[in-house]
T-cell receptor, first 113, second 114 residues
Framework: KAGVTQTPRYLIKTRGQQVTLSCSPI?????VSWYQQTPGQGLQFLFE???????NKGNFPGRFSGRQFSNSRSEMNVSTLELGDSALYLC????????????FGQGTRLTVV | SQQGEEDPQALSIQEGENATMNCSYK?????LQWYRQNSGRGLVHLIL?????REKHSGRLRVTLDTSKKSSSLLITASRAADTASYFC??????????????FGKGTLLTVNP
């Protein structure tokens, strides 16, 4: 069974630009969560999607958004990038929101210059 | 805010020795999970222990859970250089309605010296 796939693996953007990251969950998993990992703040929850609906949202500004498609694939978007958005963005999939056993992708390393 | 807190922050041992990492959390949980992360890469799911379980084994891993103390420990026996990684505990914090979200600690950096 294929694991969680995140694309791209690495990204360099300049301040003010926007970026879209993609996540394909494990086949059969319908819940996708996104996390931001930085050395200072550790792993911070961004949001969770299930059945194309956002179920849960972390404490991030509105510049961070996401969506989920009918095939459970998810994208997250960050607009008006700031230097502090440089981080490893991790996607996790699970069977459902009630099943919190989560499996992570390799992440997308975003660098904002 | 972090629900789980790992202790110690860093641990350095020799190959063959056992490594023990601890995790404390603040609120009631359904499950507690341990993950491993190699430098700059994704998290690998190691083991899940439910709140009604006290101990669980998987290969060289042994996890204990004490819900009365709100703490868990991860023991890696007969460590290998390949075990060098950061280890995180994650708890499923209730966030309203029927929603739970995973909340991670800041991790323990384990270095196993050959």
């Amino acid at each position: 069974k294929a694991g969680v796939t995140q694309t791209p693996r690495y990204l360099i953007k300049t301040r003010g630009q926007q970026v879209t990251l993609s996540c394909s969950p494990i086949s059969g998993h319908r819940s996708v969560s996104w996390y931001q990992q930085t050395p200072g703040q550790g792993l911070q929850f961004l949001f969770e999607y299930f059945s194309e609906t956002q179920r849960n949202k972390g404490n991030f500004p509105g510049r961070f958004s996401g969506r989920q498609f009918s095939n459970s694939r998810s994208e997250m978007n960050v607009s008006t990038l700031e230097l502090g958005d440089s981080a490893l963005y991790l996607c996790a999939s699970s069977l459902s929101p009630m099943n919190t056993e989560a499996f992570f992708g390799q992440g997308t390393r975003l660098t904002v210059v | 805010s972090q629900q789980g807190e790992e202790d110690p922050q860093a641990l350095s041992i020799q190959e063959g020795e056992n490594a023990t990492m601890n995790c404390s959390y603040k609120t009631s949980i359904n499950n507690l999970q341990w993950y491993r992360q190699n430098s700059g890469r994704g998290l690998v799911h190691l083991i899940l222990i439910r709140s009604n379980e006290r101990e669980k084994h998987s290969g060289r891993l042994r996890v204990t859970l004490d819900t009365s103390k709100k703490s868990s420990s991860l023991l890696i026996t007969a460590s290998r250089a390949a075990d060098t990684a950061s280890y995180f505990c994650a708890t499923d914090a209730y966030s309203g309605g029927s929603n739970y979200k995973l909340t991670f600690g800041k991790g323990t950096l384990l270095t196993v010296n050959p």
